[in-house]
């Protein structure tokens, strides 16, 4: 069976992306207390192909407990520890947060909607 030549590089991009890092992504999990919730997304992360992961200022119990955890894996023991949010972002140009508001208060943060960050993305106004 032959693929279309667009389907066949689209798959191509696809398992190159899974297979090799992707430097221009970097996950940063800031301030996890739950030792399986950092296990679990440096998992998915490293599943994707994104093996650059940054843990802000992690609660000390949970942070060795999930690098000590025989699951943890080398993608857990090779996250870089930062103490500050912008430590961890500093040499991006573009940064996507999400949190769950409803269980943490943010000291000082924008908060756009996702239609605004999409708008801003396609250079919409």
Not at 8 to 35: F, G, Q
């Amino acid at each position: 069976m032959k693929f279309p030549r667009a389907l066949t590089a689209a798959l191509t991009d696809t398992i190159h992306c899974m297979v090799n890092s992707n430097p221009l992504v970097r996950i940063v999990l800031v301030r996890p207390r739950n030792p399986l919730n950092l296990l679990a997304a440096t998992r998915a992360a490293a599943n994707f192909g994104f093996d650059d992961v940054v843990v802000v200022s992690p609660f000390e119990p949970t942070w060795q407990e999930a690098r000590a955890a025989r699951e943890a894996g080398r993608w857990l023991r090779q996250a870089r520890r930062v103490d500050s949010l912008l430590e961890a972002v500093e040499d991006r140009n573009w940064v996507l947060g999400t949190s769950c508001l409803a269980r943490r208060q943010l000291e000082s943060a924008r908060i756009f909607s996702l239609d605004h960050v999409a708008a801003r993305a396609t250079g919409a106004r």
